[in-house]
């Protein structure tokens, strides 16, 4: 089945360790996205990326950083840099005849 | 810039009766429209979307939006609802007319249907 994954469902951190979230498509499209949800603030952009080794900051870069080696995957680093990274992480991808998203099931991130 | 306005947090709605979520949309160009849904701890799920062409617009599971255009507005409806569709719901927009093809959503309208 073709689909985006996210892993792992559940994400635990100790404050001042950067973290990493994997995204992986096998839907061969050439866009993907990093959003945060939070409670009553909908979804935020925080990366995204239309082309391999190409991507762009969203609305929320600051204390995160993404890199787009594969066209398959797009991994988001929580670093430490981030004041509140507890959050639920939705990765997404896209391809230019589709217009609208395939998003991942999520990963929530709680620092402890 | 773009933006969507759900003003709504929560809708309310007995089980059979006419629903509608409201969204309002703003882009310098001219828009597509989307309208996702998200149970708890999951990703969202396409519903439907404008591109172009009849402003009345169908999608999955019996829910239907308007564009209005002189509003700037795309309601979703569902002439019947269902338990099953309570759910978080958001509105999302993209400029037709830029390379960016990043959506921008809402902050989401939680529909509760009664039994």
């Known amino acids: 089945d073709g689909g985006i994954t996210q892993s792992p469902k559940y994400l635990f951190r100790k404050e001042g360790q950067n973290v990493t979230l994997s995204c992986e498509q096998n839907l061969n499209h050439d866009a993907m996205y990093w959003y945060r949800q939070d409670p009553g603030q909908g979804l935020r952009l925080i990366y995204y990326?239309?082309?391999?080794?190409?991507?762009q900051k969203g609305d929320i870069a600051e204390g995160y950083s993404v890199s787009r080696e594969k066209k398959e995957s797009f991994p988001l680093t929580v670093t430490s840099a981030q004041k509140n990274p507890t959050a639920f992480y939705l990765c997404?991808?896209?391809?230019?005849?589709?217009?609208?998203?395939?998003f991942g099931s999520g990963t929530r991130l709680t620092v402890v | 810039a773009q933006s969507v306005a759900q003003p709504e947090d929560q809708v309310n709605v007995a089980e059979g009766n006419p629903l509608t979520v409201k969204c309002t949309y703003s882009?310098?160009?001219?828009?597509?429209l989307f309208w996702y849904v998200q149970y708890p701890n999951r990703g969202l799920q396409f519903l439907l979307k404008y591109i172009t062409g009849d402003n009345l617009v169908k999608g999955s599971y019996g829910f239907e939006a308007e564009f209005n255009k002189s509003q700037t507005s795309f309601h979703l409806k569902k002439p019947s609802a269902l338990v099953s569709d309570s759910a978080l719901y958001f509105c999302?927009?993209?400029?037709?007319?830029?390379?960016?093809?990043?959506?921008?959503f809402g902050s989401g309208t939680r529909l509760q249907v009664q039994p």
């Open positions: 990326s239309q082309i391999v080794n190409d991507f």
């Open positions: 999302a927009v993209r400029d037709k007319d830029t390379g960016r093809r990043a959506l921008t």
């Open positions: 997404a991808s896209a391809s230019p005849s589709n217009y609208g998203y395939t």
């Open positions: 882009v310098s160009g001219n828009p597509y």
